[in-house]
């Protein structure tokens, strides 16, 4: 996702996803984001939200996010070449997280892709959803079938409860493990799931007809467990985990490398693998996966409580300007200001001191390990 999302007025040509009459009834705070009147928070408020997810279960409208599927014996040799990622090899039923990339080695978005069997299913953000679909159509249009599911919501259920709650209404979900997919039927309709999600928590991530997303929605939200959460929360709740927002911690003049996901790029992909190369911007990341990079994005815990926001620099002992912080807030979980940002390779060692520019004032921090929680997802 791309934008931010602390605005506080709302324009009559935004977009609404299907549960936006939910969300007026329950109270939410609603902010532009991605071109949709989405909820900020409800009237639990944001602190009370991100602890619920932690503790119990959170229910999440992110039916902004663009869904599409590719069909045709070719699409996932087709997909490859626009992804530093391993899809042919990807097993029927399983999830993989991938970076569309450009010739200069940036990322243009990153996205979630699935094997349905005869066909790929792709989650990509909000904010790129249209530019994507014209990137996939442009490139990919010869080779297979790309369809935009506009006619689908997704929800997202997360948190330590979350495996519990669709066991109850879906049996056969108790058998799957993270970054496993299934089609399961609920409300009476057939859904395609992933245990999957943005929290660092174990979950669910929930595409449905948009005819249907209500009645489900109510559904999630008659368990115990389970309560509506704003993008206040999802804000923070990813960045504890240290997840990547686009737009802020990565974009399209930073490479995967630069932005700690070297991860992600697999080794069949890699220099000397079966199928290296072959996506844009190749030749620039596997140098500088051989060679390594001017800057990185490492965790930043500030000393003092006082917030560390997007956009701020970040400063050695000698005042020289050493990098920016791109995503910072307040993680409930720690009881304290976290942030992830780009610092020039000498600064990136666990435990560095530096400081922030925060609105004229040097605020402490030290460059910490990122996830600043431990993540919970569940592996079986």
């Known amino acids: 996702m791309k934008e931010t999302i602390y605005m506080n007025t709302v324009t009559e040509h935004l977009a609404h996803t299907p549960l936006y009459k939910l969300h007026m009834e329950l109270g939410a705070r609603m902010v532009p984001f991605a071109d949709y009147e989405m909820p900020l928070q409800y009237p639990m408020g944001i602190l009370k939200e991100h602890i619920h997810t932690r503790s119990k279960a959170g229910l999440f409208d992110v039916s902004h996010m663009g869904q599409v599927r590719l069909t045709g014996e070719n699409a996932a040799v087709a997909l490859e070449t626009l992804v530093p990622v391993d899809i042919v090899d990807l097993d029927i039923n399983r999830q993989r997280y991938a970076l569309f990339t450009n010739e200069q080695g940036g990322i243009l978005d990153d996205l ?8 790929l299913f792709l989650v990509v953000n909000a904010a790129c959803k249209q530019q994507d679909i014209a990137y996939l159509r442009q490139h990919l249009s010869g080779q297979c079938t790309i369809e935009e599911l506009s006619d689908r919501a997704l929800l997202a259920l997360q948190g330590p409860e979350a495996g519990a709650v669709m066991a109850r209404l879906a049996p056969e979900t108790a058998k799957m493990i993270f970054m496993d997919t299934a089609t399961v039927t609920l409300v009476g309709v057939e859904c395609f799931i992933s245990r999957s999600g943005y929290t660092g928590e174990d979950g669910f991530e929930i595409s449905v007809p948009n005819e249907q997303a209500e009645a489900l929605a109510r559904l999630l939200l008659a368990q115990p467990e389970v309560a509506l959460i704003g993008l206040g929360a999802r804000d923070s709740l990813r960045l504890e ?20 996901l070297s991860w992600a790029l697999s080794k069949v992909r890699r220099a000397g693998g079966g199928r290296a190369g072959g996506y844009p911007g190749a030749d620039i990341i596997q140098g500088q996966l051989a060679s390594g990079v001017e ?5 930043l815990l500030a000393k003092d409580r006082v917030p560390v926001r997007d956009g701020a620099q970040i400063l050695d002992a000698h005042e020289n300007v050493v990098g920016q912080v791109t995503s910072g807030s307040f993680g409930p979980t720690l009881g304290g200001p976290v942030a992830m940002g780009y610092v020039e390779i000498a600064h990136t060692q666990l435990g560095t001191l530096l400081h922030a520019n925060v609105r004229g004032k040097a605020v402490p921090i030290e460059v910490a390990k990122t996830p600043f929680i431990t993540l919970r997802y569940y592996r079986g």
């Not at 979630?112 to 066909?119: I, R």
Request: some cysteine.
């Open 112 to 119: 979630m892709v699935s094997n349905g069997g005869d066909h």
């Open 295 to 299: 800057r990185k994005r490492v965790g």
């Open 241 to 260: 985990a240290g997840l990547c927002l686009y737009g802020h911690d990565m974009d399209t003049h930073t490479t995967p490398i630069e932005a700690s």
